[in-house]
């Protein structure tokens, strides 16, 4: 049986350059573009790893990842974050960050980062890629609107 991971952001063509990426190292992939709808997935059929995408500056990836992080503790997560998140004032404005995510990808990013922690995250069960799908850039088209918004502990 493969492993299953499940990619939550709003910009569809990310999530499908993620899977069929990951398909290729023979990881089963599920994406999923609205916020509350991803919570409730991994929450009814928890997968070996999450990638949240962080696409608004309403913090709305930041909020599922720490939603997740409440109920299901031990779940490994990466976030993607679009470019120059990382430098930016926007990164302090969200509590405790460094604690929720266990890996941070900047947009574009390169796909052996991302492997590397699925390798991780699923017991170095992966075989090997090719040098060239390691290589591989993801995201670079950039970031995409958000399609659901932070109320409370709710998302929308």
Same mark, same amino acid.
């Given at each position: ?33 609205? %916020? ?35 109920? #299901?503790?031990? #779940? ?6 679009? $470019? ?44 090997? $890629? ?8 993801? %995201?670079?088209? %950039? ?14």
């Amino acid at each position: 049986m493969a492993a299953r991971i499940v990619v939550i952001d709003s910009d569809l063509e990310f999530g499908e350059q993620v899977a069929e990426l990951c398909q290729r190292l023979g990881v089963e992939v599920e994406t999923i573009a609205d %916020g509350n709808e991803g919570v409730q997935l991994v929450q009814l059929d928890p997968p070996a790893a999450v990638v949240i995408g962080v696409l608004d500056d309403r913090g709305a990836g930041y909020a599922l990842c720490s939603k997740l992080r409440r109920r #299901l503790p031990d #779940l490994p997560v990466a976030m993607v974050l679009a $470019p120059d998140e990382l430098d930016s004032d926007r990164l302090e404005r969200h509590q405790s960050l460094r604690t929720h995510a266990d890996l941070y990808l900047e947009r574009p990013f390169r796909m052996r980062r991302l492997f590397n922690f699925l390798n991780e995250s699923l017991g170095e069960r992966l075989a090997a $890629p090719s040098e060239s799908l390691l290589d591989t850039m993801i %995201g670079g088209q %950039g970031p995409s609107a958000a399609s659901f918004e932070v109320v409370g502990d709710v998302i929308e």
